[in-house]
């Protein structure tokens, strides 16, 4: 692993995460290139937000879920290619249901050179302590549609509070939020903003 890149649950303590990309539940409908195993990489920086984090989301009854961190650009690359391939229907309806696959990149939901592959920026979501049970959030990661943007309509009440509490904790931490995804913050200071890395996630 690069220097400064970590296990992002090795430094920030009760941390959970379930990285999507490294299983077969994501949009791809398998694992996808440079995830060779079920963990969340990060920056150090990343990781010193993170844990302040994961102290106020812990102030509200809430932990922090992982979804993903660093990202190979290799892993872009796959995304790139399976855009490109005839639609097999498998994985549509759940992360894709009102667009075809190869606009994904033109809408803003994926990216040709991401900010995941900086090693700043993470998906993640809030679970209840009492329960471990995620929070109701109106639709879950990787949902490519409206629904998913910030301010959007046609969730519930709790649905939209449970969203505000997360980018509440993750603004006050120093993230910004990215306005069509509801689970994606990126280091406001983060310490490489304009180099992409490639090293395999092992």
Not at 113 to 135: C, F, I, Q, W
Request: aromatic share 12%.
């Amino acid at each position: 692993m690069k220097d400064d890149f970590v296990f992002v649950d090795e430094l920030v303590s009760g941390i959970r995460w379930d990285a999507k990309y490294a299983t077969w539940d994501n949009f791809t409908g398998k694992p996808v290139d440079g995830y060779l195993t079920n963990r969340i990489v990060g920056t150090r920086a990343l990781c010193t937000a993170l844990e302040r984090a994961q102290e106020k989301a812990q102030s509200l009854g809430f932990g922090l879920l992982l979804w993903d961190g660093y990202r190979p650009q290799r892993a872009v690359d796959c995304f790139l290619r399976w855009s490109q391939q005839p639609e097999d229907g498998r994985t549509k309806s759940r992360h894709y249901p009102n667009i075809d696959r190869a606009a994904m990149f033109d809408m803003g939901y994926v990216a040709a050179k991401s900010g995941h592959s900086r090693g700043s920026t993470v998906d993640l979501t809030l679970y209840h302590l009492t329960t471990g049970e995620l929070a109701p959030t109106g639709g879950g990661h990787d949902l490519m549609d409206s629904i998913s943007h910030h301010g959007a309509k046609g969730i519930t009440q709790t649905e939209a509070t449970n969203r505000q509490h997360l980018c509440s904790i993750m603004e006050a931490c120093g993230f910004a939020p990215y306005d069509c995804e509801w689970w994606h913050y990126t280091l406001k200071d983060e310490p490489y903003p304009d180099t992409y890395f490639d090293f395999p996630i092992t």
